[in-house]
């Protein structure tokens, strides 16, 4: 996160499930600096702050675990302060179907959270309102919110959201914009189903 540009410091937190647990990174430490034993553990089955590890989960790790458990075919959660997508959620931004990419996230737009401070059940909720038949928010005032089947497709949702939001930003710098209708959005939300590396079936 910290070496692609989508991230600074200590900002921004990534999780993954893993056998009826969440495992998240924990909060106010440097990803340099980063054991594998740090990395704190939260039941997925019950509720409450309960964590195993020496360290505290993340501050945002309500949202990390509503996502995870709002959609069994996510298992992994990146949450970053990347440049544009901040930029973006300061102005309130939903980023419209500037680019057929727009369909990798689940629709024609990609939705910005309402605030909420950071840390709280209520961010979390604001959160998965704008996630709803989406795998990506922009979160107001704050950054960016993806969800994938694993980490390294979190990880390209990720990167991928950074420069949608990048070329969204600059395409209004233009003055005009052509968006795609909605039922071309349709059309490559289908072509989606059976894009790139595919399992061959026996």
């Not at 893993?18 to 939260?42: F, R, T, V, W």
């Not at 419209?96 to 990609?110: D, E, K, L, R, W």
């Amino acid at each position: 996160m910290n070496s692609s540009g989508l991230n600074q410091g200590t900002s921004g937190n990534i999780s993954a499930a893993y056998h009826g647990k969440m495992l998240i990174s924990p909060s106010g430490i440097a990803y340099d600096d980063l054991e594998p034993d740090m990395i704190a553990s939260m039941s997925l089955v019950h509720e409450g702050d309960h964590y195993e590890g020496p360290c505290k989960p993340s501050s945002e790790w309500h949202f990390h675990r509503a996502i995870l458990k709002s959609t069994p075919a996510y298992e992994a959660v990146i949450h970053t302060h990347s440049n544009y997508a901040t930029v973006l959620s300061i102005g309130r931004q939903t980023i419209p179907a500037c680019h057929y990419m727009i369909a990798a996230f689940g629709g024609n737009t990609v939705r910005c959270a309402d605030y909420a401070t950071f840390g709280t059940t209520e961010l979390s909720d604001n959160i998965l309102v704008a996630m709803q038949d989406r795998s990506a928010c922009l979160m107001a005032n704050h950054g960016m919110v993806v969800a994938g089947s694993n980490l390294d497709k979190a990880m390209w949702a990720a990167v991928e959201l950074e420069a949608l939001s990048r070329q969204y930003y600059q395409a209004r710098m233009l003055g005009s914009m052509v968006l795609l209708p909605n039922d071309e959005i349709d059309i490559v939300l289908e072509k989606f189903k059976s894009y790139g590396l595919q399992t061959k079936k026996e």
